[in-house]
């Protein structure tokens, strides 16, 4: 039930819409393969209302231990992958470098951690690694819808 008051909030959001679909593989549910024993870990991405919009949950059980509303957004001409977590006073912006149909990178050099933020996409297979201050931590994805 949480999980879908979470994605009903995300839904309403007005986010402007990346004037893009080089980033429509990301679109769809994303298994974590790399999540601790007794957790199961994912990431949703879906179009909606003109914005690419995004959540990423952690479960231990049928508790939600981890929640993170993600966008991508067009702001003024530049595009930035948007994370929203909880324990954070307001959304962090991420701006992305690059992007194409296999991946993009963003970067946020102020940010205490992570200070970049990559996703890639290999066949079913999803990467996203964040980084920065020495310290890089990769999370595995396989499309599962």
């Known amino acids: 039930m949480r ?3 979470l994605l009903f909030v995300l839904s309403s ?3 402007a819409a990346p004037k893009t679909n080089k980033l429509d593989w990301l679109v769809g549910k994303w298994q974590r393969e790399n999540v601790k024993a007794g957790k199961t870990a994912f990431e949703i991405w879906e179009w909606n209302n003109k914005s690419l919009q995004g959540i990423g949950v952690t479960l231990q059980g049928a508790d939600t231990v981890f929640a993170e509303k993600l966008s991508i957004i067009d702001k003024e001409g530049q ?3 948007v994370a929203n977590v909880g324990s954070n006073a307001t959304p962090t912006f991420f701006k992305i470098v690059s992007y194409g149909k296999s991946g993009f990178i963003s970067e946020n050099p102020a ?3 992570p200070k970049k933020i990559t996703y890639s996409l290999s066949g ?3 990467l996203a690694t964040i980084s920065g201050n ?3 931590i990769p999370f595995s994805f396989r499309k599962v819808e």
């Open 134 to 136: 020495g310290k890089q």
């Open 111 to 113: 940010h205490d951690f």
């Open 79 to 81: 595009l930035y992958y």
């Open 3 to 5: 999980l879908l008051t």
């Open 124 to 126: 079913n297979k999803m």
């Open 13 to 15: 959001c007005g986010l």
